[in-house]
């Protein structure tokens, strides 16, 4: 074995304990998680805010003092509520996952910074596997995986570093994040080798790196929408008299409001849904490099396709009377689902031209 050959064989073993070291990060960040979950949920700012929502419009707002001139006025404080549509019920977000509480939102602060910490090892190991065959690591499903699960969570703490409340994503996103390490290490993993002819190009590094992107922020796009189902039905229960259970008392509570929840997801969606258009339309090209066509039907091909239709269906809905709210969110997962289909399914099940990332 010669010295190069040496080399890029302790950097695949330097990538390999990297990913899973920062698998065990990434373990003390869910049971931080899990600590700021379970601290909130002793808060009376949680039970207030339940409260508050239950009696709705009806109930009074605190008064603003405002001194002017010598005199004072008192002014009503308007209630900061947050509006998806015409109709929509005005509720107020609720207090975190933390439920405002300092030990709650210690956890929470512990759990970010870990997941930072994970994210930098994680990002490491995707380098060092890089390095190791010197090119671009996203030549097979175990490349692609670590990468994605990567990106996944840099946005998610480009999210937090820009201001944004996603805090309560945190812990479903490291839940997901496990879990595709443990598939991707588990039954993915494939030694660091060269490319085949057909993906040694520059296109590799355009339209991959999109992909990737993209499905990342529809990832979140998913959590939000989903979470928004679940907080839609605990406020339109509260909103019929009803008596949610201990759970959505104590955690659903918490969340955003569901418009809160709706107009991220929508947002967040909309926003990426021209570089997914991109993405296909730079796969095209590549494929017209590399075997003279530019669309043959292939089966990566045409879910992509699909996936794009499908998040085109979301957006128009979205846009159109009677779609908007859970009609329009049923329809965010199911284009979710199609890019997750298109992710692990076209892949390991279907046989195409793509075939050749394997597993």
């Known amino acids: ?61 605190p008064a603003v003092t405002v001194r002017s001139g010598g005199s004072t006025t008192v002014l009503d404080k308007p209630k900061v509520v947050t509006r998806s549509a015409a109709g929509t019920r005005d509720v107020p977000d609720g207090p975190g996952a933390a439920g405002g509480t300092e030990k709650g939102d210690l956890y929470g ?60 994503a945190g812990l479903p996103l490291v839940t997901t994040v496990l879990l595709d390490l443990g598939i991707a290490t588990k039954w993915l993993y494939t030694d660091s080798d060269q490319l085949v002819p057909a993906l040694d190009s520059y296109w590799l590094w355009i339209h991959v790196s999109t992909a990737i992107f993209c499905g990342a922020v529809f990832y979140l796009g998913a959590v939000g929408t989903l979470l928004y189902l679940f907080r839609d039905a605990y406020e339109a229960k509260l909103a019929r008299g009803g008596e949610p259970g201990a759970f959505a008392t ?47 039907w292939d089966p990566k091909e045409v879910w992509s396709f699909i996936t794009w239709v499908a998040y085109a269906c979301y957006l128009h809905a979205r846009a159109t009377a009677g779609w908007k709210g859970r009609k329009a969110a049923y329809l965010a997962l199911f284009a979710f689902a199609c890019w997750l289909w298109n992710y692990y399914g076209v892949n390991m099940v279907l046989n195409g031209l793509h075939s050749y990332s394997g597993v």
Do not use: C
């Open 109 to 168: 602060r512990v759990a970010v910074s870990l997941t930072t910490l994970a994210f930098l090892v994680e990002a490491g190991g995707v380098i060092a596997r890089a390095l190791s065959v010197q090119r671009a690591p996203w030549g097979n499903m175990y490349e692609f995986s670590i990468t994605f699960s990567t990106v996944v969570v840099g946005v998610f703490l480009g999210f937090l570093a820009a201001g944004k409340n996603v805090r309560w």
């Open 250 to 296: 104590s955690v659903l509570d918490r969340l955003p409001s569901a418009a809160s929840l709706d107009k991220f997801a929508y947002r967040v969606n909309a926003a990426v849904f021209p570089l997914w258009t991109f993405t296909i339309i730079a796969g095209a090209i590549w494929a017209g490099d590399a075997w003279g066509r530019y669309w043959g």
């Open 1 to 61: 074995m010669n010295l190069a050959a040496a080399t890029n064989e302790n950097l695949a073993n330097i990538s390999n304990v990297l990913i899973y070291s920062s698998m065990a990060v990434y373990t003390l960040a869910f049971l931080a998680f899990i600590a700021e979950w379970v601290f909130g949920s002793r808060s009376k700012v949680g039970r207030t805010a339940a409260a508050l929502t239950a009696r709705g419009a009806d109930a009074a707002a």
